[in-house]
């Protein structure tokens, strides 16, 4: 069974990188959409970005000057860096992979999400 | 950006009855349309995607329908796991996710 495993720092200091790390078991990473998506109280749930597995990546518009999202196949891992960040980036980020291989037609499955806090 | 519009905000049910969730989209977004559940601590569940498809292992008491602009996710008899928060989301420009409905026991 398909196991995604997110982790981070749990607290960054504002105008700082946050890095995160999304560790799969149970599977390839290997010819599927992977995404990144934020949750807060207020603003709800956020996609942030995907990357196929070839590389080729998407960015949400409103975070793409700050956002990069990468994969290592060897590790079976993805990565997310967000820049310069804020109070505002406070959010449980999670990582999900799309259900089918050609589109990205839904998140399935997620893993259970990292909190992340912007404080200094 | 194409916001997705959900009503009600709370929906208070019994087990068994039938729950009808609709998202409104802020423009035409054909059938690129998927529905999810999420469970207090726990991550979002893909119920439904593509207006009308179940996603693996999905009851079949689940269903969607619509097109273009209005949705309706229907849970046809109400079973006590079923109370949750309810989120639509949309991929025909890049994504986005309506705020919730809350489905709580009566």
């Known amino acids: 069974q398909l196991q995604l495993q997110e982790s981070g720092p749990g607290r960054v200091k504002p105008s700082e990188t946050l890095s995160l790390t999304c560790s799969v078991s149970?599977?390839?990473?290997?010819?599927?959409?992977w995404s990144w998506i934020r949750q807060t109280p207020g603003e709800g749930l956020e996609w942030v970005a995907y990357?196929?597995?070839?590389?080729?990546?998407n960015y949400n518009p409103s975070l793409k000057s700050r956002v990069t999202i990468s994969l290592d196949t060897s590790k079976n891992q993805i990565s997310l860096k967000l820049r310069t960040v804020t109070a505002a980036d406070t959010a449980v980020y999670y990582c999900?992979?799309?259900?089918?291989?050609?589109?990205?037609?839904?998140?399935?499955?997620w893993g259970q999400g990292t909190p992340v806090t912007v404080s200094s | 950006e194409i916001v997705l519009t959900q009503s009600p905000a709370t929906l208070s049910l019994s087990p068994g009855e039938r729950a009808t969730l609709s998202c409104r989209a802020s423009?035409?977004?054909?059938?690129?349309l998927a529905w999810y559940q999420q469970k207090p601590g726990r991550a979002p569940r893909l119920l439904i995607y593509?207006?009308?498809n179940r996603a693996t292992g999905i009851p079949a008491r689940f269903s969607g329908s619509g097109s273009g602009t209005d949705f309706t996710l229907t849970i046809s008899s109400l079973e006590p796991e079923d109370f949750a928060l309810y989120y639509c989301?949309?991929?025909?420009?890049?994504?986005?996710f309506g705020q919730g409905t809350k489905l709580d026991i009566k």
């Open positions: 990357i196929y597995y070839t590389g080729n990546t």
């Open positions: 999900a992979r799309g259900r089918s291989r050609w589109e990205l037609t839904g998140f399935d499955p």
């Open positions: 989301q949309q991929r025909s420009t890049w994504y986005t």
């Open positions: 423009q035409n977004i054909s059938t690129y």
């Open positions: 593509d207006v009308s």
């Open positions: 149970g599977g390839s990473i290997s010819g599927y959409f």
